[in-house]
């Protein structure tokens, strides 16, 4: 592995990881353990997995910077971070993807989340 690609995974890992202060603190606190096991789990990845990865992660980078610029400011109606998948994007995912994705959806979504963080400023 190059010095340039170390330094390009670390950026966009950094630049995840400084988005999701954005987040409600229930999401930011989920999306920060997945982003961090994600990376970790690709360490060893092969070229066209690595490659397929870091093109995933920059769209994620991209969303959400863009969702995040357009919430900035907003007190009502408030922004809905992520996006829909479709059943074709499904197609491309390996089964085990396919249960990640459903555990990251009944965690973001229950009521008595995992991850519990009160916020300071209130």
Do not use: C
């Amino acid at each position: 592995m190059s010095a340039h690609h170390v330094s390009t995974v670390r950026s966009l890992y950094k630049k995840v990881l400084v988005l999701h202060r954005f987040l409600p603190l229930h999401l930011r606190a989920l999306g920060d353990q997945y982003v961090k096991d994600e990376f970790r789990r690709h360490k060893e990845a092969g070229a066209e997995e690595v490659k397929s990865f870091m093109k995933e992660w920059e769209n994620y980078k991209d969303t959400l910077q863009s969702q995040v610029l357009k919430s900035a400011g907003r007190q009502q109606n408030p922004v809905k971070f992520g996006a829909d998948l479709s059943e074709e994007d499904l197609k491309h995912f390996q089964d085990e993807q396919i249960g990640q994705l459903y555990e990251l959806m009944l965690e973001s979504t229950k009521a008595n989340k995992q991850f519990d963080i009160q916020d300071d400023n209130n």
